[in-house]
């Protein structure tokens, strides 16, 4: 069920003047010092004492029949307790871990769903899959007895791509579940009409580009720990996780338990970015484990497991048509799409290429007919799911590298063309050719303010100084626009004690956010109260009714409005104890600065005298239930839609083909900001991120599906000194009207905006090349070689 919420009023920060700890004001992220200092509680963190130690054995082979497998050295061997293989999976009564399709074939079939299985039943499809689970009295020797396990494979043919796995004699992964290797056609929009659009247009701008495959590399690699509890029987289910509501709905499926069996909670978590949004075979067997032997055990991956479980993403490729009229407006888009899923459908796996990515397709332009298909197909790599943006990077990079090649095709301004195709003001609400509502944005002045700060006017005396030291430089601009999606509700907890110090508890979960300070920064200043008084918990299902964890740049927007919600009944409840003290009535009350007050009069009591009032029966209305402790629950009210402006400039050593960016601006529409400081660092991260999937991160697999970027010697990440400044201005002159805090999201928009901003300012500079064109990411050597190529 919906809730409408009254929105914080114009110009309201709290419920009176405290600058200190309102809502917009800069505050240092109050959970730093436990961080720097040490005093963080990872999964890890936690003692050994009475614990025992999962290792898994991962396969070698990228596609093989397993033949036989023979544990009886490693059950034998010091320490172990026991060695499960998928037969012990199979004897359980499983098939697959639970998954979450989310959509049907374009035909209205269900699309296909082969089971994903604990450890591997018969065949293996990746490198890196799991086949045996030993657990020990320590780590080390759990890995020691991994050694001493011996496989029989029979190696069978192998696929990496998606356009190699739907061709014609490919090696079939799921012959019965997934022939030709086909996951599902899904369709979206009208590609038929976009098609008789696009016929009819003056001119068709067609492009093919890949959207590369990345490695999330989270900071703290993945880690559970199962834990008995000897009073209630339960199990608490902890860790390195970045949704415990859904984890705890999924292992309750597949175990076939009721959902108060089995407590879930996060510890601090050392980054996620999709990749521990999933429930992975390693999850499902340390649970079983401790169901089966009755002992708490802890599983904790290496950065090398890492390499070939944690969900990989992205890995596209798409072609794309964009038809403009003779005047240069956009008249049609048709999309048509590769998605490589890999060995096996991951939770979210058939959902990232798809809704996400429609919802945001044709970015905050003016499009009269979309149309998109997307082939799905199953190859012998690590499955893909959700990272930093989860679909809506794809889509932005698709149309804004296409608007950049249209320009150049036609000689306009590709500035110029994005300012008359942008959503005018008197379009919004703008409603999109896929049926999304755009409320609220002021997309050209973003651009424009984008490109002053940035110095555009300045570009060409910039670029002629780095013509004289052999070097080119490039401008590329990119317009994003974002939505806010995942789970549609959150819940939030904010109890008093009487002492007047406060725990408020979400059903939300930082990452890294800054949660524990945004979230607070909320509740203090409706109360008046300094953040200090605030003790904050989060991402445990024991903690609130429900929750949606991290994921879709929804938490301020939900997790915020439920704590805004929660915050609004306590200060009612208040009232009217407070009326009850002064001896008046509610409607002569006025709460501001931390007190209530009878209006026109010098009587008033403070907000932590009502407090500790709430907990003496004697000083209650009659009936009155004594404390201060509410519960929220809040429903998203319609999606919305964050935008901004990316401009990079990036200079090019002709001599090397290093591309170095030098400067580098964003400003973005984020509605209300609840703190800039966190925002602006949110901004960064992103950006950062996307630069390394335009220039750095590369995911190679050979022909025998071994991937060949494993480590960080291959693997190559953005260090701090590839960087330039990074310049963040937050717009918020076009606040959301979809929840009364008017915030959009921000986690993800950077990421979202910088990889075709800096692909499109590598082109720029490229241009005396006759190069239009590089898939990400640009390595020094692709583009060392385009250059030599061209010349």
């Known amino acids: 069920?919906?809730?409408?919420?009254?929105?914080?009023?114009?110009?309201?920060?709290?419920?009176?003047?405290?600058?200190?700890?309102?809502?917009?004001?800069?505050?240092?992220?109050?959970?730093?010092?436990?961080?720097?200092?040490?005093?963080?509680?990872?999964?890890?963190?936690?003692?050994?004492?009475?614990?025992?130690?999962?290792?898994?054995?991962?396969?070698?082979?990228?596609?093989?029949?397993?033949?036989?497998?023979?544990?009886?050295?490693?059950?034998?061997?010091?320490?172990?307790?026991?060695?499960?293989?998928?037969?012990d999976w199979q004897a359980a009564g499983f098939t697959g871990l639970p998954q979450r399709p989310a959509i049907k074939q374009a035909d209205g079939s269900p699309i296909a769903t082969p089971p994903r299985p604990g450890l591997a039943v018969g065949r293996v499809r990746h490198v890196g899959e799991c086949v045996a689970m030993v657990v020990a009295e320590s780590a080390a020797q759990a890995n020691d007895a991994l050694e001493l396990i011996e496989v029989d494979y029979a190696p069978l043919s192998v696929v990496v791509d998606a356009r190699g796995a739907l061709a014609p004699g490919a090696p079939e992964l799921w012959p019965e579940h997934a022939p030709g290797n086909l996951g599902f056609v899904w369709r979206v929009g009208d590609v038929d009409k976009a098609a008789t659009a696009l016929a009819a247009s003056a001119h068709v701008i067609e492009l093919d580009l890949v959207n590369n495959r990345l490695i999330p590399n989270s900071m703290e690699p993945r880690g559970v720990i199962a834990r008995r509890e000897a009073k209630s029987g339960r199990i608490t289910f902890s860790g390195s996780i970045q949704n415990p509501?859904?984890?705890?709905?999924?292992?309750?499926?597949?175990?076939?338990?009721?959902?108060?069996?089995?407590?879930?909670?996060?510890?601090?978590?050392?980054?996620?970015?999709?990749?521990?949004?999933?429930?992975?075979?390693?999850?499902?067997?340390?649970?079983?484990?401790?169901?089966?032997?009755?002992?708490?055990?802890?599983?904790?991956?290496?950065?090398?497991?890492?390499?070939?479980?944690?969900?990989?993403?992205?890995?596209?490729?798409?072609?794309?048509?964009?038809?403009?009229?003779?005047?240069?407006?956009?008249?049609?888009?048709?999309?048509?799409?590769?998605?490589?899923?890999?060995?096996?459908?991951?939770?979210?796996?058939?959902?990232?290429?798809?809704?996400?990515?429609?919802?945001?397709?044709?970015?905050?332009?003016?499009?009269?007919?979309?149309?998109?298909?997307?082939?799905?197909?199953?190859?012998?790599?690590v499955p893909v799911d959700a990272?930093?943006?989860?679909?809506?990077?794809?889509?932005?990079?698709?149309?804004?590298?296409?608007?950049?090649?249209?320009?150049?095709?036609?000689?306009?301004?590709?500035?110029?063309?994005?300012?008359?195709?942008?959503i005018k003001p008197s379009q919004l609400p703008y409603r999109t050719a896929l049926g999304r509502e755009i409320d609220s944005g002021a997309f050209e002045t973003v651009l424009g303010r984008a490109l002053e700060l940035a110095d555009e006017k300045g570009f060409a005396k910039r670029a002629q100084a780095a013509r004289r030291r052999n070097r080119r430089c490039g401008l590329g601009v990119a317009y994003y626009l974002e939505a806010t999606l995942g789970p549609p509700a959150d819940a939030a907890r904010i109890a008093f004690a009487a002492d007047g110090r406060a725990t408020l508890a979400v059903g939300t979960q930082s990452n890294g956010q800054g949660h524990e300070t945004s979230f607070v920064q909320i509740a203090a200043s409706q109360f008046g109260l300094d953040p200090s008084q605030f003790i904050f918990r989060q991402a445990d299902t024991d903690l609130t009714a429900e929750g949606g964890g991290h994921g879709g740049s929804r938490s301020l927007q939900l997790g915020g409005t439920a704590v805004l919600l929660a915050a609004r009944q306590v200060i009612a409840k208040a009232k009217t104890i407070a009326a009850h003290l002064l001896e008046t009535g509610e409607v002569?009350?006025?709460?501001?600065?931390?007190?209530?007050?009878?209006?026109?009069?010098?009587?008033?009591?403070?907000?932590?005298?009502?407090?500790?009032?709430?907990?003496?029966?004697?000083?209650?209305?009659?009936?009155?239930?004594?404390?201060?402790?509410?519960?929220?629950?809040?429903?998203?009210?319609?999606?919305?839609?964050?935008?901004?402006?990316?401009?990079?400039?990036?200079?090019?050593?002709?001599?090397?083909?290093?591309?170095?960016?030098?400067?580098?601006?964003?400003?973005?529409?984020?509605?209300?900001?609840?703190?800039?400081?966190?925002?602006?660092?949110?901004?960064?991260?992103?950006?950062?991120?996307?630069?390394?999937?335009?220039?750095?991160?590369?995911?190679?697999?050979?022909?025998?599906?071994?991937?060949?970027?494993?480590?960080?010697?291959?693997?190559?990440?953005?260090?701090?000194?590839?960087?330039?400044?990074?310049?963040?201005?937050?717009?918020?002159?076009?606040?959301?009207?979809t929840n009364p805090l008017g915030a959009k999201g921000c986690g993800e928009a950077g990421a979202t905006g910088a990889p075709p901003a800096v692909v499109n300012a590598v082109v720029d500079a490229l241009k005396e090349f006759g190069i239009e064109h590089l898939d990400m990411p640009l390595t020094r050597e692709k583009i060392w070689a385009a250059i030599r190529q061209q010349a």
């Open 1 to 87: 069920m919906q809730t409408t919420v009254a929105p914080l009023a114009e110009g309201e920060t709290s419920t009176g003047p405290v600058p200190r700890f309102g809502i917009g004001q800069p505050l240092r992220r109050s959970e730093d010092l436990r961080f720097i200092t040490g005093r963080g509680h990872y999964v890890d963190d936690t003692p050994d004492k009475g614990l025992l130690h999962a290792a898994f054995l991962r396969s070698p082979q990228a596609h093989a029949e397993i033949r036989a497998i023979d544990v009886t050295r490693a059950r034998a061997a010091p320490g172990v307790v026991a060695v499960y293989t998928g037969a």
């Open 588 to 737: 002569d009350l006025e709460f501001t600065g931390g007190r209530f007050a009878v209006a026109g009069t010098d009587r008033a009591i403070a907000f932590t005298e009502v407090v500790a009032a709430s907990f003496d029966p004697a000083r209650l209305p009659k009936g009155m239930t004594p404390g201060l402790d509410e519960a929220a629950r809040y429903e998203r009210e319609a999606f919305n839609y964050p935008n901004g402006c990316h401009v990079c400039e990036v200079e090019i050593d002709l001599d090397t083909g290093i591309p170095r960016v030098v400067n580098y601006t964003v400003v973005d529409d984020f509605g209300r900001i609840i703190n800039p400081l966190i925002v602006r660092g949110q901004v960064i991260g992103g950006v950062v991120q996307g630069i390394g999937q335009a220039l750095y991160e590369e995911t190679r697999y050979d022909e025998a599906g071994q991937l060949v970027t494993a480590s960080f010697m291959d693997y190559s990440l953005p260090r701090a000194d590839d960087l330039a400044p990074i310049t963040v201005d937050l717009y918020e002159d076009a606040p959301t009207r």
């Open 387 to 422: 990272y930093r943006g989860a679909g809506r990077p794809e889509a932005i990079y698709l149309v804004e590298r296409t608007i950049d090649v249209a320009a150049r095709r036609l000689g306009m301004s590709a500035v110029k063309l994005r300012r008359k195709n942008l």
């Open 245 to 381: 509501f859904n984890f705890q709905s999924q292992l309750c499926d597949l175990f076939g338990w009721p959902k108060d069996k089995l407590h879930c909670r996060a510890d601090d978590v050392g980054g996620g970015f999709g990749c521990k949004n999933q429930l992975q075979p390693e999850h499902a067997m340390t649970l079983f484990a401790c169901d089966s032997l009755d002992r708490s055990i802890k599983w904790i991956n290496d950065r090398s497991g890492s390499f070939v479980s944690d969900a990989h993403a992205r890995d596209l490729v798409t072609h794309v048509s964009l038809g403009l009229d003779v005047t240069g407006r956009f008249t049609a888009l048709k999309v048509e799409t590769f998605a490589n899923l890999g060995g096996h459908l991951s939770t979210n796996g058939a959902l990232i290429p798809t809704i996400p990515t429609a919802a945001v397709l044709g970015g905050a332009y003016a499009i009269p007919v979309i149309g998109m298909e997307v082939r799905a197909a199953f190859t012998n790599t």
